[in-house]
């Protein structure tokens, strides 16, 4: 694959109004990062979205950042995937984190998030800072063979579009988060499905972990919430073995999260065809 096709170029992506940034089909996926007129930029993964720059803080606060402010001492923390930096950009505007360990399967991810400017500045060149050790590694590989205990995990997985990612959602995956973690330790996992696939994975992480604090954020945070595309939305598990609270003050840098608004997004029922909050009431309805 040439540079050209590697990195920006004159070509247009599938949509007609973007530039591409980057693009290349490495031996896992097919890669895609685009700048829209507006100058956002946006990331799909074998044509599924993964972040778009107008809306991803609020996607990465309530992953990112409600675990570090959890955590009783979020020293050492493990990012799985989320080789965009974006995750990992976060957890670095705490003082209280001495070093992160990020594991991203595929280091072509890795090398658009270290060479591609607007994503360079969109992650504040997080794969560089010095607290950071970048590991290309399949997740769960690296999971069973850790010899350390974490304070904080956060699982930036893709959602579950194949048998593969299913894998990183199920009970033994889970079990082994247990063993790399500690009694007061925080773990965050994206899962982005709606009820009926949210439910299980939250009994999947019961199963190893006593305490779930499952979360909704509607990523448009500056529209009217009416419920009306489900792809806005995004959900999320914050577990632990013990019951924790809120302890650390957010980062300076959040827009959308804050010690208020942690437990109004927390879903309230386990169960039915929407997710209940107090943020949002009874939306979206997934029937």
Known sequence: MSEADQHESGHESGHESERVLFSQRSPFQDIVLAQEPSGHINLTLDDVWQFRSQDEHVF????????????????????????????LRNVL???????????????????????????????????ADPRAQVIAADALAFVETADVRYDVVICDFPAVTSP?????????????????????????IQVSLDPAGFWPICAAVEASFAWLHP???????????????????????????????LRTKPAAELRFLSHAR???????????DRFE???????PDYR
């Open 164 to 188: 593969e990612l299913s894998r990183l959602f199920a009970p033994a995956f889970f079990r082994q988060l247990a063993a790399i973690t500690h009694a007061h330790s925080v773990v965050s």
């Open 262 to 272: 942690v437990p109004r997004l927390r879903i309230k029922n386990r169960a039915g």
């Open 60 to 87: 990465h606060e309530v992953l990112a950042d409600t675990p570090i402010m959890m955590a009783a001492s979020p020293a050492s923390v493990l990012i799985l995937g989320g080789g965009d930096g974006l995750a």
């Open 93 to 127: 505007r705490y003082p209280a984190v001495r070093q992160v360990t990020l594991c991203e399967l595929d280091p072509c991810v890795l090398t658009m998030t270290r060479t591609v400017p607007e994503l360079v500045a969109l992650s504040e060149n997080s794969l």
């Open 215 to 245: 979360m909704l954020a509607n990523l448009d945070a500056a529209a009217d919430v009416d419920g009306g595309d489900d792809d806005n939305w995004a959900d999320f598990v914050i577990a632990s073995q013990t019951p924790q609270v």
């Open 277 to 283: 909050t107090d943020e949002y009431g009874q939306m």
